[in-house]
């Protein structure tokens, strides 16, 4: 296979003559350009056990087959899976392309601290019929950490001392949520290989429990990723991975780092795993690929020369052939993928794959995460302050109305409109526009983001992306503030309706997500992001956003 893109082809041969494949697999850290005896060597040297995912997980099977005959035996017909980022994405992928089998329970994602959707799900479980996830690499992420606790103090009012067999742990060794698990009385236990970062664990036990819930064929999935691994161990073009790899890193290379991911409708939350992979692992120290996944496919007008596009078909669909056409035609940079949807876990492993050669190429470390922490820290300081003053320390508005009211440091105006209006002005060539939202998840809002971002991008031909908070936190956050400062953030909130207490914390849900959007704003403002914090003071939150972006791009 020849990369059609000249840049791609060029840079491929180049490592090829590196002997970059055989360096990978036999964890040669220099690839990453780490120096021996650093931190960096450390973090890498611990985080390379996706490579051998097939091989280690065979002695895991037997009990993960059981798990999944154990629900069907006792009737179980929902499983929640608490978990974040790598730990909870994977799943929702799986989830989609497989669906729940006759007899098998679903699997829900929850991977929020908005309290309306975790009381909603507490609201519709039958506890008799309800298992969950608990899904933590670290064992002690907070979002997880207070959902376990929620659910744990609903199921124990209801059954008693029969609680502890409705909860399952998905965890690295020796960590506090497998202590938890022995204290309580878990069901299950599955201790996943330290060696594996929670963004590469699509293929280990954290894909793998919640495929065999679903009664679908994890043993399949697994041989995927392993044929799929055992093609990228080629020194040549033929290799699926490092030629998707190569392709990355050249288009970033050449400015062309809004890397536009289009996918087909059967694979659609595919792109949700890939952002997070791919934005996480690259988008540091100044430098990476930023995923656009979840856009419409526009003509090749409405798109900048930062763009480079990666489309995936399928047996069963694909892509727009003609705009894709129109978009190679006008000389962007453009790579065609092909996979079956019975054959998911070779994606998964090809784009692991992928993203450990785009590091090496870009010189980064794709495996550790340098800017989360900093987000989690101002969170945990904010809570802090509220545990001493029962209150969260807030920012008086530069400029409000009836509706909205906007805080910022970047930018001046009189009123809210004249704000956004101005930030939208500073968008230049390159630049992207990032709407971080904490609102209840709800159709009607991602309706009119997505209505924004098509209006954006038809007037600047900027990219543009949405987060969910605190979801994207663990994927795209640590781009917005490692990546290069091209980011111009829009953070909305709202206040929530109720406020329901996580037991044992000392704060509610509602207190823990605005802490959350808080720690986040004023970490983007630390690293000199162009940010705007939107308050939403009313609850018609996708009218509000509509007519206030609408005003400022009149």
């Known amino acids: 296979m020849t990369l059609p893109y000249a840049p791609a082809a060029t840079l491929a041969t180049q ?20 120096q021996p005896g650093s931190d960096a060597a450390r973090s890498i040297a611990t985080r390379l056990g996706w490579l051998d995912v097939g091989t280690t997980m065979a002695p895991h099977l037997a009990q993960v087959a059981r798990i999944g005959r154990a629900a069907r035996d006792e009737g179980i017909r929902a499983v929640y899976l608490l978990g974040m980022g790598g730990s909870s994405l994977c799943a929702e992928v799986l989830r989609s392309v497989y669906g729940a089998a006759s007899g098998s329970p679903d699997v829900h994602v929850l991977d929020t601290t908005d309290e309306r959707t975790i009381t909603d799900a507490a609201g519709r479980m039958a506890p008799d019929r309800t298992w969950f996830i608990v899904a933590s690499k670290s064992g002690g992420t907070v979002e997880v950490a207070s959902m376990e606790r929620f659910f744990w103090a609903r199921l124990s009012a209801s059954l008693g001392d029969r609680a502890g067999k409705h909860f399952i742990a998905i965890t690295d060794p020796d960590t506090e949520l497998q202590k938890l698990a022995a204290t309580r009385g878990y069901r299950d236990v599955f201790v996943n290989p330290p060696d594996i970062g929670g963004r590469f664990s699509a293929l280990s036990l954290f894909g793998l429990v919640p495929t065999s819930l679903l009664g679908a064929p994890f043993k399949d999935l697994l041989s995927a990723g392993a044929a799929m691994a055992e093609g990228c161990r080629q020194e040549s073009h033929a290799n699926a991975g490092f030629e998707l790899g190569a392709f990355i890193a050249a288009a970033t290379l050449a400015g062309r780092d809004k890397l536009t991911v289009v996918l087909p409708p059967s694979l659609e939350t595919l792109g949700l795993w890939i ?130 009211s906007a805080h910022t440091r970047a930018f001046a105006g009189a009123t809210p409109t004249d704000i956004v209006r101005t930030a939208l002005g500073s968008v230049k060539p390159g630049d992207y526009v990032a709407f971080l939202s904490y609102l209840p998840p709800a159709l009607s809002i991602e309706h009119a983001i997505a209505d924004v971002r098509r209006a954006i991008r038809g007037r600047t031909r900027t990219a543009t992306t949405f987060g969910v908070g605190p979801r994207y936190l663990h994927s795209t956050g640590q781009y917005h503030k490692g990546g290069p400062n091209t980011a111009l953030a829009f953070v909305i909130t709202a206040d929530d309706e109720t406020q329901t207490e996580i037991p044992e914390a000392g704060y509610s849900f509602s207190v823990l997500k605005r802490a959350q959007a808080l720690g986040d704003y004023e970490t983007l403002q630390a690293h000199g992001r162009r940010v705007v914090r939107l308050h939403i003071k009313n609850r018609d939150f996708a009218g509000t956003i509509e007519r206030l972006f609408a005003a400022a791009l009149a």
């Open 15 to 34: 490592l090829l003559d590196g002997h970059i494949v055989q360096r990978i697999w036999k964890r040669d850290i220099s690839v990453w350009h780490a």
């Open 275 to 404: 952002e997070q992979l791919v934005a996480e692992s690259t988008g540091k120290h100044g430098k990476g690929a930023l995923p656009v996944v979840d856009e419409p496919l526009g003509g090749p007008d409405e798109y900048g020369q930062d763009r480079a596009f990666v489309a995936l078909a399928t047996e069963r669909d694909a892509p727009e052939k003609e705009k894709l056409a129109a978009l190679e035609a006008a000389g962007h940079p453009l790579l065609r993928l092909t996979t079956r949807i019975d054959g998911i876990g070779a994606e998964f492993f090809r784009w692991e794959f992928a993203t450990a050669v785009a590091g090496a190429a870009l010189g980064i470390n794709p495996f550790d995460e340098p800017n989360v922490a900093e987000a989690k820290e101002k969170t945990k300081a904010l809570l802090g302050a509220y545990q001493a003053d029962h209150r969260l320390p807030e920012t008086n508005p530069l400029a409000e109305d009836e509706h909205v």
